[in-house]
């Protein structure tokens, strides 16, 4: 079944470090996503990608750092200059279906706790 | 910015309806969706509904749109205790999807 996959699903970091969070897509889906979920908020954009080799900043990009070399693949480097990094980190992916609408399909995401 | 508001949370008891509300402010959107999170997991595309129509039916979903005062609505018929979960009002289009905080639903015997 097609589908993304985010990896890990539970990640721990000490505060200085640099993590990277994997999403891999089998969709053939060309625009991918990065959200950020916190507590009673809705789901922020961190960066998103059309193409290969291509990518933008959303509304929270600083801190994020990502990279497209592959159409299927588009991981996250959670930087330590991001201050507050701790929260639900989810992938996804958009396609246009014939009408006009664009449906995003999730991952199950990445929860990254900073101690 | 342009924003979606949600009330965070709904009870209803298993068998009757839920209905979930929302208000938008991007009034370019042309497409207005609902997404569903279970616990611990990614959010999945449950309906949506074109800009230009007022009512959407899906087996036990109804969207209702109001365009004209910018409110959306889902409607859940014969609520069952899997049905408990966030759901997401989504407005915006293309890159600029904007998610309300989510509405979490608990269905109770």
């Known amino acids: 079944d097609g589908g993304i996959t985010q990896s890990p699903k539970y990640l721990f970091r000490k505060e200085g470090q640099n993590v990277t969070l994997s999403c891999e897509q089998n969709?053939?889906?060309?625009?991918m996503y990065w959200y950020r979920q916190d507590p009673g908020q809705g789901l922020r954009l961190i960066y998103y990608s059309q193409i290969v080799n291509d990518f933008q900043k959303g509304d929270i990009a600083e801190g994020y750092s990502v990279s497209r070399e592959k159409k299927e693949s588009f991981p996250l480097t959670v930087t330590s200059a991001q201050k507050n990094p701790t929260a639900f980190y989810l992938c996804a992916s958009r396609r246009g279906l014939r009408d006009g609408a664009n449906v995003l399909t999730f991952g199950a995401g990445s929860r990254l706790t900073v101690l | 910015g342009e924003d979606v508001e949600q009330s965070l949370f709904l009870s209803v008891r298993e068998g009757d309806s839920s209905v979930i509300n929302c208000t938008y402010t991007?009034?370019?959107?042309?497409?207005l969706y609902w997404y569903k999170q279970e616990p611990g997991a990614g959010l999945q595309l449950l309906t949506y509904?074109?800009?230009?129509?007022d009512m959407k039916q899906d087996q036990r979903l109804t969207v209702l749109l109001n365009k004209k005062d910018k409110h959306l609505s889902l409607r859940i018929a014969d609520t069952q205790t899997g049905d408990s979960a966030i759901y997401f009002c989504?407005?915006?289009?293309?890159?600029?999807?904007?998610f309300g905080a989510g509405t979490r639903l608990a269905v109770h015997p």
């Open positions: 969709l053939n889906h060309d625009a």
């Open positions: 509904i074109f800009s230009n129509m």
């Open positions: 989504v407005s915006g289009g293309y890159n600029k999807l904007i």
């Open positions: 991007d009034s370019s959107s042309t497409y």
